[in-house]
């Protein structure tokens, strides 16, 4: 089941929506910003149910 999830882009801080698989439990991936297209590393922690997704930029991970 994928989740839809806002976030601001660390770089240019413009909103974009990600698509989070929740089913596939805690992940960390690289995501370029669909904006300004540079990498965004994203953390998803998945505990009792609740989602929570961290963005940094890339060079901060």
Do not use: K, N, T
């Not at 974009?16 to 965004?40: H, K, M, T």
């Not at 989602?51 to 940094?56: E, G, I, K, Y």
């Amino acid at each position: 089941m994928l989740d839809w999830m806002d976030i601001a882009c660390p770089y240019c801080g413009e909103r974009i929506e990600l698509a989070v698989d929740a089913s596939a439990g805690d992940q960390q991936y690289v995501e370029d910003c669909q904006v300004c297209c540079r990498p965004i590393s994203i953390l998803v922690r998945v505990e009792e149910g609740d989602l929570q997704l961290l963005a940094r930029r890339d060079d901060e991970a």
